[in-house]
């Protein structure tokens, strides 16, 4: 096996960590589905803060447009009413013109009133109609029955009692109307109050919402994306530091989990070379081992066999010596020259 090919358990392995890698959020779609939900959340609270402010500003508009000019003008209305009675009341008891004078001032701005008031009433949705139709009905038989006659002087004046009497109608349907448009104030009040504690609520729940998706993202990006990438990068630095029997186990989003592959798959390519490594010294110590046994083998057979021929080259020596010592000087001098050679155990030297 070669240092760039991986087993058959490592392709399998690998087909399988595809699989579950498949299986896994790439860091695109996080983001987005993150973004999104954040959108959506952030959406949701500008509408409720957008609901909230229209609310209040509803409440404050009926407040300050409807029901608070329409009391006002039910107390313009109370007034002129009593100006009218305080005038003819007077002209009956003195029969001076001088108090005519509130009487009629008093009944202009009596119909000026009413007919702002029935207008602010229909344009704010107050409903004071029965209230409105009460005041007049009193008002007109209260006119009719005692005021017209005692302005115009007619003989046949009412009693100013019976005037008392049917003022104190009027001045009965004027209380009821001032006692609705009161309500209606109130009740425009208490619905601004709600608003503005409604604003407030709103603006809380905003606030912890924002809180809580910043808390979220946080704790999110730190489980999908920091905390992954810290805990591959000090599994890398474990193989780096001679770990390599560890298994790079990575988690989080499909690239994170893609990277610790690729450095699983470097770590298995490595320990397959490492492995190759170690069985290539294997047999070169068990080559070594072997040499070293040859040469033990061959010193021994250096030795045995030197010994066993040095007695033969002593016996031949000494032969040779007594070829020399007998034959010297009776043979040829090339010959005596060869017997000094194998005496001396010199090389020969060529003539």
Same mark, same amino acid.
Do not use: C, I, K
């Given at each position: 096996?070669?240092?760039?090919?991986?087993?058959?358990?490592?392709?399998?392995?690998?087909?399988?960590?595809?699989a579950e890698t498949g299986?896994?959020?790439?860091?695109?779609?996080?983001?987005?589905?993150?973004? #999104?939900?954040?959108?959506?959340? &952030?959406? +949701?609270?500008?509408?409720?803060? $957008?609901?909230a402010l229209w609310r209040l500003e509803a409440t404050s508009t009926a407040l300050a447009?409807?029901?608070?000019?329409?009391?006002?003008t039910g107390q313009q209305v109370a007034v002129a009413l009593l100006d009218q009675e305080?005038?003819?009341?007077?002209?009956?008891?003195?029969?001076?013109?001088?108090?005519l004078e509130?009487?009629?001032?008093?009944?202009?701005?009596?119909?000026?009133?009413?007919?702002e008031l029935r207008a602010v009433a229909a344009a704010n949705g107050i409903a004071v109609g029965p209230e409105l139709d009460a005041v007049d009905r009193?008002?007109?038989?209260?006119?009719?029955?005692?005021?017209?006659?005692?302005?115009?002087?007619s003989v046949a004046a009412p009693d100013p009692e019976v005037g008392r009497s049917l003022f104190e109608q009027v001045r009965t349907a004027t209380t009821d109307?001032?006692? #609705?448009?009161?309500?209606?104030? &109130?009740? +425009?009040?208490?619905?601004?109050? $709600?608003?503005?504690?409604f604003v407030a609520v709103t603006g809380v729940a905003v606030a912890v919402v924002l809180v809580a998706l910043l808390v979220a993202t946080g704790i999110g990006l730190r489980r999908a994306v920091l905390g992954p990438v810290s805990d591959l990068a000090a599994q890398v630095r474990e193989v780096m530091s001679g770990s390599v029997q560890r298994a790079v186990r990575p988690r989080g989003p499909r690239e994170i989990v893609e990277l610790g592959e690729d450095v699983e798959a470097m770590r298995r390519h490595i320990l397959l070379d490492l492995d190759e490594a170690?069985?290539?010294?294997?047999?070169?110590?068990?080559?070594?081992?072997?040499?070293?046994?040859?040469n033990r083998d061959l010193e021994q057979f250096a030795y045995v066999a030197s010994h066993d021929l040095q007695e033969p080259l002593r016996k031949v020596a000494s032969f040779c010596q007594l070829l020399q010592r007998r034959y010297a000087g009776r043979l040829d001098e090339r010959a005596d020259q060869y017997i000094a050679f194998a005496v001396d155990a010199r090389p020969a030297c060529s003539s």
């Open positions: 096996m070669t240092a760039g090919t991986a087993s058959p358990g490592v392709h399998t392995l690998h087909s399988e960590h595809s299986r896994r959020w790439p860091l695109a779609r996080v983001f987005t589905v993150g973004a #999104a939900v954040s959108g959506v959340l &952030a959406l +949701a609270a500008f509408a409720l803060v $957008a609901v447009d409807g029901a608070s000019p329409a009391l006002v305080t005038g003819v009341r007077g002209f009956d008891l003195t029969g001076q013109a001088d108090f509130p009487y009629r001032t008093g009944l202009a701005a009596q119909r000026s009133a009413m007919t009193a008002e007109r038989q209260w006119r009719t029955q005692y005021a017209d006659p005692v302005v115009e002087g109307l001032l006692g #609705a448009l009161d309500a209606e104030r &109130a009740q +425009a009040r208490a619905g601004m109050a $709600a608003a503005s504690t170690q069985a290539a010294n294997r047999r070169l110590d068990e080559q070594a081992r072997e040499l070293a046994r040859s």
